[in-house]
């Protein structure tokens, strides 16, 4: 199978058994292109080539950089996809009427319910998402499970307990701890929930979720190399082997090199399964 198009970050389903599997779903420049299920390129000898091409994911105009996920200097300083709001949840105004960027966007996007939680990625850490992102968020950081921590009516309140859980709880993921092999363990992270509520206290306790689901997630991971390395496409423009998984937004290859998708949005490429 050949695919050629500009590289947007992979969407993903979970069934009920915590299956994950993936959609490639990218673009030609703006323009919205048949996905398809990367299943059945595990296995394969994959091949991908960079063509020295990149275009704005949001404007679709032709730069020679990205900044954020893909995005031109431009649309990073003015686009809400880049609104400060989205690093910093705590950032956010519009529950007080007062748009950052975009008032319609973010009255959607940020004045929407949202969750708090707590994931095993690379370990144990901190995050905020929109519900409506559960489980897609935990997909996308490459979680080994999950569980909700508490609900907020909406995106500052939820940075703000998530400001108060740094303290206690890390909220980055060492990418290379995971894309190994990480064991949950669901007795510690609903202890680590309850370290969450403690760490809370009374002023937040209506919004806790009181419920014990944990999240678990399995990937299409056939092994994991003991070691693994970043391929960038700006230095090394074809990448090529047997690509054995999928984790995150990740694709693992049987030598070690591991190819980011979602660093690589608005990139022009071709790849090819064989």
């Known amino acids: 199978m050949k695919w ?102 973010e009255r959607e996007h940020h004045l929407a319910p949202h969750v708090v939680y707590l994931s095993q990625t690379s370990h144990l850490k901190v995050g905020v998402t929109r519900a409506s992102n559960v489980p897609s968020r935990w997909v996308d950081q490459g979680a080994s499970m999950a569980a909700v921590v508490a609900h907020a009516p909406y995106r500052q309140l939820a940075g703000e307990m998530e400001v108060a859980l740094k303290e206690v709880f890390s909220d980055r993921t060492q990418w290379r701890r995971m894309l190994s092999e990480v064991s949950g363990d669901a ?17 937040y306790e209506s919004f806790f979720e009181e419920e014990d689901v944990v999240q678990a997630l399995h990937f299409p991971v056939r092994f994991y190399p003991s070691k693994v390395q970043s391929a960038k496409l700006d230095k090394f423009p074809t990448l090529e082997g047997k690509l054995v998984g999928i984790k995150g937004q990740y694709w693992l290859f049987e030598d070690g090199r591991v190819w980011n998708v979602r660093s690589h949005a608005g990139y022009r490429i071709a790849m090819s399964a064989t």
Request: with cysteine; net charge negative; charged share 25%.
């Open 4 to 105: 050629e198009g500009n590289v947007r970050k992979m969407s993903s389903l979970v069934d009920e058994g915590g299956n994950v599997s993936y959609l490639w779903s990218g673009k030609d420049i703006g323009e919205d292109m048949p996905a398809f299920a990367l299943d059945e390129w595990l296995g394969k000898h994959v091949k991908i080539s960079f063509e020295g091409k990149i275009h704005c994911v949001v404007t679709g105009a032709a730069i020679s950089k990205t900044f954020g996920e893909g995005m031109s200097y431009r649309a990073f300083m003015e686009s809400p996809l880049a609104c400060p709001s989205i690093i910093r949840p705590e950032l956010s105004r519009i529950h007080e009427g007062i748009a950052l960027r975009d008032e319609a966007w």
């Open 187 to 203: 007795r510690s992270l609903l202890e680590a929930k309850e370290e969450c509520f403690d760490t809370l206290g009374m002023p």
